[in-house]
């Protein structure tokens, strides 16, 4: 695990420096620096500088950025491979030799093997720069689902036109800004779509003129031009009719139990994040079968009781004393009691966007494993792979509405809607909220029934809420225009399937995976995603959807196998989101911080918003009248970012 940064341009060893520095978070182990020789006519060299928190092979042997033994190429990672040893295994068979046992060696062999085609071999989680000098050509690769971040930016000087264009890239934007080379300015598709969702979707950011290299993508440039291309993508045209459920069960298992161990490879301690849920639950309960008899050590958080008196998530910490106690794990409980109104700039800065409610716990924890630990591995993409999501559950119970004629259905759902409150003076309710949202998009058609599930200012309330020229700058923008081109490419694909593909390409890489590596980064920390294997993605993609969602059942195939592994009770217990209780903190320690950041003074100021909108958008919510806690959260931490990377 480690932070990657470079350049495409003149005199890159003077920039090079500060790029790294602000991303020594990423690894404190080492520093590396490696230069080209000149390219396009002289006036240019490509530069690689490489932080390294050392996994594997920890040796200065594992040393980047490395070069291939005959000096062609050179490459730097973040990330691991796993199945490192066997295509090792293999090279060794068509001649390689290793000097080391990092997975860098050999994936410069496989790329001199097999040229691109290596790609297709590699199972992990991985960013990775590789110079090819007998082509004189850089490529940048991002892992199959966007486990590890990329990102760049590619312009020409306006003085210099018609000339090479320059290129920089890190696996941080905040390295990109430290290059000097393009200045942080606000994109306003992104704000757009960021309103949206509370994020904007891949290859977009919040800064113009920086992108991310999507999940699955390589990005190529030669003889001064940059193509970006797919290079993995899931299928669901293979799908296994006929199956037992029993047979299914028994997949699942041994699948979850070949990558856990796949996935517990390294040289350094290693741990696992522990909610009590089913996917962290599983996946510690395999990591004790391939513990050679020592206790799993595991990290949980919870929440303080005065934190929960006016939110709607649960307290996690029960169900994980009792995992432990099933499990006999090495079992560290964190109480969640941040000074938050320090945290959320420190976050804000390492997340380089707006920071959400989950951002606050990952860090936490994450830094209290990083004390003992360097890898932990995590739950996450559970819900992606086998339809976890109350969302995905809600779909289906609004297609049951389905047959009623639309002029019925949208008055109908919209009187409900306007009847719900959002909450209740003193105590917001989760059933409210979720009944209001659901009677919202219930009425509409497929596409936007998602989409609506997924909104949190839609395109009426950003048109209330914009002030006049960022009304007009947006007017023809659609915010949810990459989503629908991702149901246009799985139509043919069952309902729940073509939910799970746009998740697995918007949702989870540009939300969950993102604030996963940031923040566990900023604490020095390498975390694992076993659900997001190459083996457990493709078992899922053959998997009837009716064996994810079962009726009202939820992740149904994995529980009903989890069943042999843990108690029922845990097993199905009730589905607990993964946040911080900033309903309590936006009437406590934050509010002081809401008067200030969001006032009308420093709204008008700002010139996005119209402060009267704000402020009403403030008083429905502290109310109850509506829950609009994310959405005053989402603006609070926007002036944070404004604050931190547009104002410096």
């Known amino acids: 695990m480690c932070g990657i940064a470079g350049l495409v341009t003149a005199d890159p060893e003077a920039r090079i420096a500060a790029m790294l520095k602000v991303i020594e978070h990423r690894g404190r182990d080492d520093e590396g620096v490696w230069t080209s020789a000149a390219i396009n006519g002289g ?36 990330g691991e491979i796993y199945n490192y040893r066997e295509l090792r295994e293999q090279l060794n068979g068509k001649g390689h030799s290793f000097h080391t046992q990092s997975d860098t060696e050999v994936l410069l062999a496989a790329w001199l093997e097999w040229g691109e085609e290596a790609l297709n071999r590699l199972n992990g989680m991985f960013a990775f720069a590789l110079w090819d000098e007998r082509e004189r050509t850089l490529f940048l690769v991002r892992d199959r689902v966007g486990i590890k971040p990329l990102y760049y930016a590619h312009f020409q000087k306006p003085d210099r036109e018609g000339g090479p264009s320059s290129l920089v890239f890190a696996s941080e934007i905040k390295s990109i800004l430290a290059s000097g080379l393009i200045k942080a300015e606000l994109d306003n598709e992104a704000l757009h779509q960021f309103l949206t969702f509370l994020w904007a979707p891949d290859p977009n950011t919040l800064f113009r003129g920086i992108k991310t290299v999507p999940p699955g993508h390589l990005l190529t440039l030669r003889d001064n031009e940059l193509k970006v291309r797919q290079w993995w993508d899931t299928s669901f045209d293979q799908i296994e009719e006929g199956r037992s459920e029993a047979w299914w069960q028994e997949q699942v298992l041994e699948t979850l139990d070949r990558v856990v161990k796949l996935e517990m490879v390294a040289d350094v301690p290693l741990g696992s994040f522990l909610s009590g849920g089913i996917d962290s639950s599983s996946i510690v309960a395999m990591m004790k079968r391939h513990s050679n008899g020592r206790p799993v050590e595991t990290y949980t958080i919870g929440i303080a009781a005065e934190d929960l008196r006016y939110d709607i998530i649960p307290d996690d910490v029960e169900w994980a004393r009792r995992v432990n106690q099933q ?196 604490a020095n920390l390498e975390v694992r995603v076993p659900f997001l294997n190459l083996e457990m993605l493709e078992l899922a993609a053959r998997m009837p959807p009716g064996l994810k969602l079962h009726g009202l059942k939820r992740k149904y195939i994995l529980k009903k196998a989890a069943e042999k592994l843990l108690p029922r009770e845990i097993v199905w217990r009730k589905k607990a989101g993964f946040g911080a209780p900033i309903r309590s903190w936006l009437r406590g320690p934050l509010q002081p911080m809401v ?39 989402q603006l609070l931490n926007l002036e944070l970012w404004q604050r931190q990377f547009i104002d410096r």
């Open 327 to 522: 499990l006999e794990t090495d079992y560290h409980e964190i109480m969640l009691q941040p000074q938050v109104t320090e945290l959320l700039p420190q976050l804000v800065y390492h997340m380089d966007e707006p920071a959400i409610d989950m951002a606050i716990p990952s860090y936490l924890v994450s830094r209290a494993a990083r004390e003992s630990m360097r890898v932990m591995l995590s739950g996450m993409g559970g819900d992606e792979v086998f339809a976890g999501y109350p969302r995905q559950l809600a779909m289906k119970i609004a297609g049951a509405f389905d047959p009623v004629p639309q002029m019925l259905r949208r008055p109908l759902m919209k009187t409900i809607s306007q009847v719900l409150p959002g909450g209740l003076p003193g105590k917001l309710t989760g059933p409210l909220r979720n009944a209001k949202k659901f009677a919202r998009s219930a009425a509409l058609d497929f596409e936007d029934r998602y989409l609506g599930y997924e909104t949190y200012f839609t395109d009426e309330a950003k048109q209330r809420l914009y002030a006049e020229d960022m009304r007009e700058a947006t007017r023809d923008l659609d915010a949810y225009a990459q989503h629908r081109a991702y149901f246009s490419r799985v139509k043919n694909a069952a309902p729940l399937n073509q939910l799970l593909y746009v998740d697995l390409k918007t949702f989870l890489p540009c939300l969950n995976l993102m604030t996963t590596d940031k923040t566990s980064m900023a």
């Open 43 to 78: 006036a240019q060299r490509v530069c690689f500088g490489h932080r390294r928190l050392s996994i594997i092979d920890t040796s200065s042997a594992g040393h980047q950025p490395m070069l291939s033994q005959d000096g062609r190429l050179a490459v730097m990672l973040n």
């Open 595 to 633: 008067e200030d950041l969001l006032s009308a003074e420093t709204v008008k100021r700002r010139g996005l918003f119209r402060p009267e909108e704000v402020r009403r958008l403030i008083d429905a919510n502290l109310s109850g009248r509506e829950d609009f806690n994310l959405q005053v959260f």
